[in-house]
């Protein structure tokens, strides 16, 4: 059995529990996951399953037709047993208030300074002073006189992958292969998540 799947961001709404409460949810699209191959213990030394989502189909100069796939993905599995290649995959197994863990592509914000980075201070804006958004003073002095690694200065923003865990499942709709995970997740609406899931039993609140 796979416990995960490939999955789309739809957007965010919102969810009302019996008791009149609004939870938000993010709505994902789960489109049929194919078997592209397998990998087994006597040969790579662990067994996985790869995933892929949207083939599409190609030629080469010779005429041999081969199919390529828009995203794949790689989960570790007990056993391969029901998981040949070409098998198609769905949501069914992420019932209703399974726990999941999703990993997606934060947001690229592009190039930033320290202030929307790193959430530093502004500097004063009265009195006749020119440091308002600046860095500030990086010097080390004499010794060791020079910039450690990991100072925090501007620079690429965003862009990172990003694993939130223990997301509980609020609804599943298999035959319209949609998911409602609680709370938001990373990335942009229309960019693939990877869902593995948990815990199929248990609930966090």
């Known amino acids: 059995m796979c416990n995960g799947i490939i999955a789309k961001k739809i957007g965010m709404s919102r969810v009302f529990l019996e008791n009149g409460d609004a939870v938000p949810v993010t709505y994902l699209q789960v489109e049929p996951n ?12 662990y067994n996985a399953v790869v995933l892929g989502v949207k ?16 995203d794949i993905k ?3 599995v007990d056993s391969l047993e029901g998981l040949e290649a070409g098998k198609q995959l769905d949501c069914t197994k992420f019932v209703k208030e399974a726990l999941v863990s999703v990993t997606g592509k934060s ?19 009265t009195h ?9 003073s990086i010097g080390m002095c004499e010794y060791p006189g020079r910039v450690m690694k990991g100072k925090k200065m501007p620079g690429r923003m965003g862009g990172d992958q990003v694993t939130i865990k223990g997301r509980q499942i609020m609804d599943c709709d298999a035959e319209k292969g949609v998911i409602a995970v609680k709370g938001p997740i ?15 039993s248990e609930s966090k609140e």
Do not use: C, M
């Open 186 to 200: 990373p990335g942009t609406n229309g960019g693939n998540v990877y869902i593995t899931l948990e815990s199929a």
């Open 34 to 45: 194919t078997v592209i191959r397998t990998k087994t213990e006597e040969k790579d030394g």
């Open 107 to 125: 947001k690229g914000k592009g190039f930033q300074g320290v202030i929307k980075r790193h959430k530093f201070s502004e500097g004063p804006r």
């Open 74 to 76: 790689e989960w570790k």
């Open 128 to 136: 006749g002073s020119h440091h308002h958004r600046r860095t500030g």
């Open 55 to 70: 083939p599409k189909k190609w030629r080469t100069r010779k005429g041999n037709e081969h199919t390529r796939y828009g």
